[in-house]
């Protein structure tokens, strides 16, 4: 499984962004789970948002709840990470991941595949 992280850029805060995760190789069904994690300058990679492929369950990290939505089209076997009113602190490399599991991993090591991630800086 190859991914493609695309949709980073420079937003003012308060401000919207999209990125998507494209996935080649195989297509994506329900015995997978997909996530995106950050890593800002100088800190640990960490969860942002996961779900199952089917997109029946997600979860998300305190810091995104409420502000951020996970979602897939399976169609084009891409998902994507909607995230509004962002913020300062939102800065970061985001990057893509997907495991074979039913649990939505939450951390670094439970996930096997990763996308080449994609840099978001918001501006105050």
């Known amino acids: 499984v190859q991914l493609q992280a695309s949709g980073g850029g420079l937003v003012q805060a308060g401000g919207s962004l999209r990125l998507s995760c494209a996935a080649s190789?195989?297509?994506?069904?329900?015995?997978?789970?997909v996530g995106w994690f950050r890593e800002a300058l100088g800190k640990e990679r960490e969860f942002v948002a996961g779900s199952s492929w089917s997109g029946g369950r997600t979860y998300y990290a305190d810091s995104a709840k409420g502000r951020f939505t996970i979602s897939r089209d399976n169609a084009k076997n891409t998902y994507y990470l909607q995230m509004n009113s962002l913020k300062p602190e939102d800065t970061a490399v985001y990057y893509c991941a997907a495991v074979q599991a039913w649990n939505i991993e939450t951390t670094r090591g439970g996930y096997h595949y990763w996308g080449q991630g994609t840099l978001v800086t918001v501006s105050s």
């Open positions: 190789g195989r297509s994506f069904n329900s015995g997978y789970v």
